[in-house]
């Protein structure tokens, strides 16, 4: 089992930028498809992105396409997650998790997650 660690969360504007991180344990981490999800409050987790195990492949939400950019490297067993112009809807604990079909998670345990908030 891979242990995975959220981080680079934080409170942004509208309009503004994060990028966050998940740092996984294990030796097979550049074997899995990972993805990033996210639970705004009173909603159920959604996937958001994924990305093959060689980053060649990347799968958005329609709601983040063209504003999010996910990456990894395996060579440090990170999955990144670029996220520009960043609107209130953005605002969700972000969590990471290999995939299936890329919007279903494979791992029982969750990391903490990362708390985005994007308000004026």
């Known amino acids: 089992q891979v242990q995975v660690a959220e981080s680079g969360g934080g409170l942004v504007q509208p309009g503004g930028s994060l990028r966050l991180s998940c740092r996984a344990s294990?030796?097979?981490?550049?074997?899995?498809?990972m993805g990033w999800f996210r639970q705004a409050p009173g909603k159920e987790r959604e996937p958001v992105s994924g990305i093959s195990w060689n980053g060649r492949s990347t799968y958005y939400a329609d709601s983040v396409k063209g504003r999010f950019t996910i990456s990894r490297d395996n060579a440090k067993n990170t999955v990144y997650l670029q996220m520009n112009s960043l609107k209130p809807e953005d605002t969700a604990v972000y969590y990471c998790n290999a995939v299936t079909n890329w919007r279903y998670p494979l791992w029982l345990d969750w990391g903490q997650g990362t708390q985005v908030t994007v308000s004026s």
């Open positions: 294990g030796r097979t981490f550049s074997s899995y498809v």
